[in-house]
């Protein structure tokens, strides 16, 4: 994965990720800033969407570097990052430099930021934690103005990685912090300062990221969150009660190796293994630590809640809460609790070492009992050892094998593996308190910890050679070769019996193709146009794609690709192909009417949901009707004898030009999806836009030959950048001004 040959590609970071921060890079790259993806979803925000992280400052790389390259290594460089971050916190916390090492290697390495390598703007995110708390608590210690910017500044890349519910659980965080500063610093301000200065970040932070979060705020408001999410939608993927034996297990119930068991039983992360080592140093902590385990026990605490979502009814109580009524699956906000244990480890490990130093008899009982159960552990390896397939017949017997479970095999083979890890570090930890050559029992005893935590969770990664992406085939081939500007889809049924495979020839999903400038009605992004959704579900109104044809023509939909066979005179065969042992067809549409159309008169439907009964009404005919979505005009225009022609001058991602000519009144319909932002012109003459068959686009044009411009001109965006150089100039100012004296008393770090 060093080199460029093979490409990261586990799960969603195929469909979901590298298509449109390839689809910006190549704008870029082309002279053209990355406002708008025109090739998925009939047209849809670039920059908005916060998944292509334009802005993300690592990012800049991908604009001199191999794209190949610089994915894989970001990936990797995040996993370091993590493990520095984390150093550098536990640093903050007086922690011996060896602890934190060692804290920096189980975060870095737990299953936890092993399994969201996938969602890449979480990994990403989660890495710049440790630095944000590290420089809010420094701030209200040292009383550096910079501080606060530094921790603002962090915030803003946090944000800008793409992943805003990590971004609200690190101010939840935040907050709570302010009640327990003085337990990590001994000159802690008073909690109106506190606040006061909670409130500078926060507006450093607003400011900083005006250029980003304006423009999704606005996206958000037109998408299909804005609503939020009903109680199910956002309990999806909650932690199980179960799967806390995932712990100390390792994929136990084959998530990571059946993709039905992954659908139908996970909790969305592929691993959380822990190991023991980690959770018996944080147990030495937390039993002989000093009181600011209490925050950190408290955010593990607080973490399990979170994560558990629909297992227990506090979740219910907080999807009422904006924002978290837009967010799904809580098991990701499991990251504070693997912090915390990370952290836990490595402050425990420097008990360890003071409390047998100082000859504290709790510490001591505790090793000895750790020893014992470790050589419990031991016994149990043996006894699997000798009996396996003795064991591996009463499991089978009753019933504790697939489909519950992984397969028996597998399942004792790590727990083969955790035990005898458990017995060595336990071992460790005895011969720690036994021996004089300390340094070579604690070298034996981290080794053993790592290892444990990088072979337990090493492989729940997929990979794939990145000529898949770059070398189009079949399919996609085909359509390169038929012009390319006409749009296909992939019917709903088509995608559910084939997009289980990511790897292989599987140019289907749309948003892959659109890596090659292909142009499609559907995508992969969790920000979806709201009309334009709902013009997507009318398809699943009708039998087949047969009496679809009306959805084709609003849509210019040219090509379908269907897992099943037609016999229609109005679709014709062009390409039969085989994917998962089945026959996929792509068929073009004959009656495909064009995407820039005439209409000479359009009715005005005020109701939405009559607009989507008439669309899907088989009597209407869509290469003469055009709906307009709204109240009708005082001023008729338009008329039932007038004739026209729209050509296309131009198409780029941003700005359209067309010409039309007509011997009366008319509209020029764009099969383009209708969003804020758009402006057009018509002769260079503003004009206003109307929403049209539901989800695109119509412009008024008068009598003869006129110059039709559509431009992307997002005011969100440029108010962003007036926020963000406010923003810039009060950090600025911020940075030079002198320090405030933290007040109140002196408090000793141990209370």
């Not at 018996?280 to 000093?290: A, T």
Request: include cysteine; hydrophobic fraction near 50%; glycine fraction near 8%.
């Amino acid at each position: 994965m060093l080199s460029s040959k093979l490409i990261f590609c586990e799960r969603d970071l195929a469909p979901f990720f590298i298509p449109p921060k390839f689809l910006w890079v190549s704008q870029v790259k082309g002279l053209v800033f990355p406002f708008w993806n025109p090739h998925n979803y009939s047209g849809i925000p670039l920059l908005a969407t916060l998944q292509p992280g334009v802005f993300y400052p690592p990012h800049i790389f991908y604009l001199f570097l191999p794209f190949n390259l610089v994915w894989n290594w970001l990936i990797i460089l995040h996993f370091v990052f993590a493990a520095f971050t984390t150093y550098a916190f536990l640093r903050y916390m007086k922690v011996t430099a060896l602890s934190c090492a060692v804290g920096g290697m189980v975060f870095m390495l737990s299953g936890y930021l092993l399994s969201v390598h996938n969602l890449l703007p979480h990994l990403f995110g989660v890495s710049w934690f440790p630095l944000i708390l590290l420089y809010f608590l420094k701030y209200f210690e040292t009383g550096e103005y910079r501080n606060s910017v530094l921790c603002a500044v962090f915030l803003v890349f946090q944000y800008l990685a793409g992943a805003p519910e990590i971004v609200i659980l690190t101010g939840v965080v935040l907050f709570a912090s302010l009640f327990v500063v003085p337990w990590f610093t001994e000159r802690p301000t008073k909690l109106a300062g506190r606040i006061a200065g909670l409130v500078l970040m926060g507006a450093i932070f607003a400011l900083l990221s005006g250029v980003q979060w304006t423009s999704f705020y606005e996206l958000h408001t037109q998408s299909i969150r804005s609503s939020g999410l009903t109680y199910l939608q956002a309990i999806t993927w909650s932690f199980a009660w179960k799967d806390f034996i995932q712990f100390f297990l390792p994929d136990v119930f084959g998530y990571a190796q059946n993709l039905q068991k992954y659908w139908l039983n996970q909790s969305w992360l592929k691993t959380v293994y822990l190991g023991l080592g980690p959770i018996l140093l944080s147990l030495i902590y937390f039993v002989k630590g000093d009181r600011r385990k209490y925050f950190f026990l408290g955010l593990i605490v607080f973490s399990l809640v979170l994560g558990l979502g629909g297992n227990t009814p506090v979740y219910k109580l907080l999807h009422k809460v904006p924002p978290f009524s837009s967010v799904r699956y809580p098991v990701k906000f499991l990251f504070l609790m693997f912090f915390s244990v990370s952290v836990a480890t490595a402050m425990g490990l420097d008990v360890l070492k003071a409390k047998l130093a100082e000859g504290d008899r709790t510490v001591k009982r505790l090793v000895i009992g750790f020893f014992y159960l470790g050589f419990l552990f031991a016994l149990f390896w043996a006894f699997l050892n000798f009996y396996h397939d003795q064991v591996a017949g009463f499991l089978a017997r009753r019933n504790v094998c697939p489909p519950l479970y992984h397969e028996v095999w597998f399942n004792i083979h790590n727990a083969k593996r955790f035990l005898a890890f458990s017995f060595l570090f336990c071992t460790g930890l005895l011969l720690y308190l036994r021996l004089r050559a300390k340094r070579m029992a604690l070298g034996f005893m981290l080794l053993v910890l790592i290892m444990d935590l990088f072979l337990a969770n090493y492989g729940f990664y997929g990979s794939v050679s990145w000529k898949w992406f770059e070398s189009p085939e079949g399919f996609t081939r085909e359509l390169l070769n038929r012009n390319g500007m006409e749009r296909f889809m992939v019917s709903v049924k088509t995608e559910n019996e084939l997009n289980s495979i990511l790897i292989g020839k599987n140019y289907l999903v749309a948003p892959y193709s659109a890596m090659h400038g292909l142009y499609s009605i559907g995508g992969a992004e969790v920000m979806r146009i709201g009309h334009h959704e709902k013009y997507l579900g009318l398809f699943n109104c009708v039998q087949n794609i047969v009496r679809a044809r009306s959805l084709l023509d609003i849509g210019a939909i040219k090509y379908a690709i269907l897992s099943y066979p037609l016999d229609d005179r109005e679709f014709t065969l062009v390409k039969r192909d085989i994917m998962n042992d089945k026959y996929v067809y792509l068929y073009e549409y004959r009656g495909y009417p064009g995407r820039f159309l005439f209409f000479p008169k359009a009715q005005y439907i005020n109701d939405e949901k009559q607009v989507m009964l008439r669309i899907i009404d088989q009597g209407s005919d869509f290469k003469k009707e055009l709906i307009i979505s709204g109240r009708p005009p005082d001023h008729p225009w338009g008329s039932e004898t007038s004739q026209g022609v729209v050509r296309l001058v131009s198409y780029g991602p941003d700005k359209v030009i067309l010409t039309s000519e007509s011997d009366g009144q008319g509209f020029v319909y764009v099969s383009d999806t209708y969003y804020p932002g758009w402006r057009a012109y018509v002769d260079g003459r503003p004009t206003k836009i109307y929403r049209a068959n539901l989800a695109f686009r119509a412009v008024e044009v008068p009598a003869g030959k006129h110059t039709v411009v559509f431009k992307y001109v997002p005011v969100s965006f440029y108010l962003g950048c007036i926020l963000t150089l406010i923003g810039i100039i009060l950090g600025a100012w911020l940075w030079r001004k002198r320090s405030f004296q933290p007040g109140g008393p002196r408090i000793p770090r141990d209370g």
